[in-house]
């Protein structure tokens, strides 16, 4: 139905009504009906953002290097005429509670909607890439521990519950989650991030998608692209890469999460992709994303990313320039503050100097968001009972501790697990009593309250050495730090191999804290010089190795960091920041208690100079007589010891796969020991002749279940040629005939079954949407995932 425009229709409250009041319209009817009715400087004002908050510096990189006004026009006083288009993060800047926060939420509402005729509210924002980012919530597990679980269902779960607390206390978008694909361990981000694989991060990051806009909240697909892939692993470096790496390896993420999972809003980039920055790349932000993909949500600025087209990049001559840079790529809302999109940006429309319609085009999007959020539909901004909101429900707890425990990777085992209840534990390591080695840097007790020194977390974190003592009970535990996570030295080492030598077995816990920009040794700004272990923990892990007291090394980090020196390790434990119920789910697998089923998302390096990532052509493998230089990794990617033992027995599909067709390949596994077993079968496949350079195996599916002790069972690919697609010679996406090898194993290096195909037909040119998904389900008796 097509409402007529009837005209507006002032309210004794001053706003005006009209038909973008009216629930029976659409959205786009009444997005459009209000952009007509609005002056340009109204229309602007939803452009921008404003952030109340004099420490902005300690959150994100700051505006800085130009004398140009690129401090914010809307100045936190709580003015807002003319109207806003969001608030950012009123509950996460500061440790308020959830009544204070909610109170303030509820002024700020009230002083935007006072502020324009039309009564139109902001949209509100907040971080939750490891749940609300906000003082009293639960921390999850960082990004890189969800990959690790390879479980897309409890994914979605999480993103879900995170959802729902957000809106339950009147936040309307989130900024979540980070699908940029691991090139470089060294970068500070791995930890935010879903790992080295594009199907792992698209799928996972899919799943997040879901949970997070079932609950009714817009996901923000983060950042818009190739941001990892800066060089040196430097953060907001530039990023040097040829079309068919970012078509192949960087894109692929933010497409399914849009086609699969529904996003509805992107985030721009930092960085600049071959000298063009993405927040004025029309090719990324409107070529590809919306006319190749039909995105038709809102793309929102990083952090000052628009004044830094002008103070970083130096593409723009001030703030108001970068605007119009920005806008003109595609760039809908101006975040944190408004700089480029203010009073400047009017002036260069007013004069002539940028059209007019972009202005439009960016409001349209804006307003239509907020209408499919309810609004202009005239309830309460804010829940009436927001205030008693538990934001570290039971349920949450529920869903972390499970994540924890599937996420936790059991990288080796000499017979030393599970420990004795009775042992004499040595608990040695900086890691071992730290809560912050086991939440990321985008947690709020890491994000905010390390700004708060003194404060209290809000939470409970049991540390690992809280963990061990509650888990063991009847052990006599011993306690040395040994050395620092920050600061090199080695005048702690002697007591910490002292205690090593007085036990029965040592729990020997290192890795990262993580911070922001230099408060730790992972996390934005975080980048390494190289992958050993920071500060003096690798002179602590050799000395207490050379005890010869059985050690479990147990790592707690936001980075894969190289292992290759600790042969001596009876058993290596990798845990990437698994969240406030962490510690328990490490110390449940040290007793037994856990099952250990988690993958590895990213490679665990032998070398610390070696930091490449499993998606390598052959030239990127060992070669001798070319190079010493030998990247092989000391654990693979996928790699994850379980409780059962479980043997690959068979993999099955036609002997032909149509260029446009599909084929099922089914793979049988067979647990031959007495536990049940948690496996995750990888199916992988291999391009032996192709127009370009192709990797020697790339992850094509995945299938998490239990396989019950001394039984078989068996999984059904539907595997599409799509999948086998790539960008050819042409820069166009192909799927080429010829011969194709699947393989399936529990790692990329160990993959006992193969079986070749015939890829049949003529060159097919993919034109379009294409199959991003490979579905599975089990075929034998037993047909329960895990």
Not at 289 to 297: P, Q, S
Not at 414 to 433: C, Q
Not at 495 to 502: D, G, Q
Not at 544 to 572: E, N
Request: proline share 6%; charged share 20%; hydrophobic share 40%.
């Amino acid at each position: 139905m097509t409402l007529q425009h009837d005209g507006v229709t002032p309210t004794t409250s001053g706003i005006v009504r009209g038909v973008w009041n009216d629930r029976r319209a659409s959205p786009d009817e009444r997005a459009r009906a209000l952009l007509d009715e609005m002056t340009l400087e109204e229309k602007v004002g939803q452009l921008g953002s404003v952030w109340f908050t004099d420490t902005a510096g300690d959150f994100a990189p700051s505006v800085d290097g130009s004398d140009d006004p690129a401090a914010p026009t809307s100045a936190p006083t709580g003015d807002f005429t003319g109207g806003l288009g969001q608030l950012t993060r009123i509950f996460g800047t500061e440790p308020v509670t959830v009544a204070e926060g909610v109170d303030r939420l509820r002024e700020r509402q009230r002083q935007v909607v006072a502020g324009n005729r039309f009564g139109i509210p902001a949209i509100a924002h907040e971080e939750c890439l490891t749940g609300f980012a906000a003082y009293g919530a639960t921390a999850f597990p960082t990004p890189l521990a969800w990959a690790a679980s390879f479980d897309e269902e409890l994914v979605e779960r999480m993103a879900e519950a995170i959802g729902d607390d957000l809106r339950s206390v009147g936040v309307h978008q989130g900024l979540a989650p980070v699908l940029d694909v691991v090139r470089d361990y060294r970068w500070g981000r791995v930890e935010e991030t879903l790992g080295e694989d594009p199907y792992l991060v698209g799928q996972l990051g899919a799943a997040y998608v879901r949970g997070l806009e079932r609950s009714g909240v817009v996901a923000t697909l983060k950042h818009f692209a190739g941001y990892a892939a800066s060089r040196s692993a430097k953060n907001h470096a530039p990023v040097s890469m040829g079309r068919r790496e970012l078509a192949d390896v960087v894109l692929p993420p933010f497409e399914t999460a849009i086609r699969l999972g529904g996003a509805r809003s992107v985030m721009n980039a930092y960085t600049d992709l071959d000298g063009v920055p993405a927040g004025a790349s029309v090719e990324l932000l409107t070529d590809i994303l919306r006319d190749d993909w039909g995105f038709d949500g809102t793309v929102v600025a990083d952090y000052w990313a628009i004044p830094f087209l002008a103070t970083m990049h130096h593409v723009a001559s001030g703030a108001a320039e970068a605007g119009a840079l920005a806008l003109t790529a595609g760039i809908d809302v101006e975040l944190p503050e408004t700089a480029g999109y203010g009073a400047g940006l009017v002036r260069l429309v007013q004069d002539g100097a940028l059209d007019g319609r972009l202005v439009d085009r960016a409001v349209l999007r804006h307003l239509r968001q907020k209408i499919e959020l309810g609004l202009l539909d005239g309830g309460p901004l804010v829940p009436e009972h927001a205030a008693s909101t538990d934001l570290d429900s039971p349920g949450n707890r529920a869903i972390a501790t499970r994540l924890a425990e599937e996420s936790v990777v059991l990288l080796r085992n000499r017979t030393v697990l599970p420990l004795r209840t009775t042992a004499r534990i040595a608990v040695i390591g900086p890691a071992a009593d730290q809560f912050r080695s086991l939440v990321g840097c985008y947690a709020f007790p890491n994000h905010v309250l390390s700004k708060h020194p003194g404060h209290d977390l809000g939470i409970s974190i049991p540390t690992i050495l809280d963990a061990v003592r509650t888990e063991f009970p009847a052990a006599d535990i011993v306690v040395e730090p040994g050395c620092s996570i920050t600061q090199t030295g080695r005048e702690d080492v002697p007591a910490a191999v002292e205690a090593a030598r007085s036990a029965d077995v040592v729990v020997l816990a290192v890795g990262d804290i993580a911070g922001l920009f230099g408060d730790g040794t992972s996390g934005e700004g975080c980048d390494a010089e190289d992958l050993r272990l920071p500060g003096g923990q690798h002179d602590l892990v050799l000395a207490v190795l050379a005890t010869g007291t059985p050690v479990v090394l147990t790592v707690l980090s936001g980075r894969p960091y190289a292992l290759g020196d600790y042969d001596r390790a009876d058993a290596l434990v990798q845990a990437f920041f698994p969240g406030q119920e962490g510690a328990a789910a490490v110390a449940g697998l040290l007793s037994g208690r856990v099952r250990p089923s988690g993958r590895l998302p990213v490679q665990i390096p032998r070398s610390p100079a070696m930091p490449g990532t499993y998606l390598q052509p052959p030239l990127g493998l060992a070669s001798r007589g070319i190079s010493v230089l030998d990247p092989t990794p000391l654990f693979p990617f996928g790699h994850g010891l379980t409780a059962g033992d479980v043997r690959y027995r068979s993999l099955t599909s036609a002997a032909e796969l149509a260029v446009d067709g599909e084929v099922l390949v089914d793979v049988t596994v067979e647990n031959m020991g007495v536990e049940d077993a948690v496996e995750v079968i990888q199916l992988y496949g291999t391009d032996p002749v192709a127009s370009v350079v192709r990797p020697s195996v790339e992850l094509l599916a995945f299938a998490r279940l239990t396989v019950a002790a001394g039984t078989p069972a068996t999984v059904r690919f539907s595997v599409s040629a799509d999948r086998l697609s790539f960008t050819g010679v042409d820069g166009r996406r192909v799927v080429e005939p010829g011969t194709y090898v699947l393989s399936a194993g529990p790692s990329a290096l160990e993959r006992p079954l193969t079986h070749t195909i015939e890829v049949a037909g003529s060159r097919r040119e993919l034109v379009g949407p294409r199959e991003l998904r490979v579905d599975w389900r089990r075929v034998d008796a037993v047909a329960s995932k895990a």
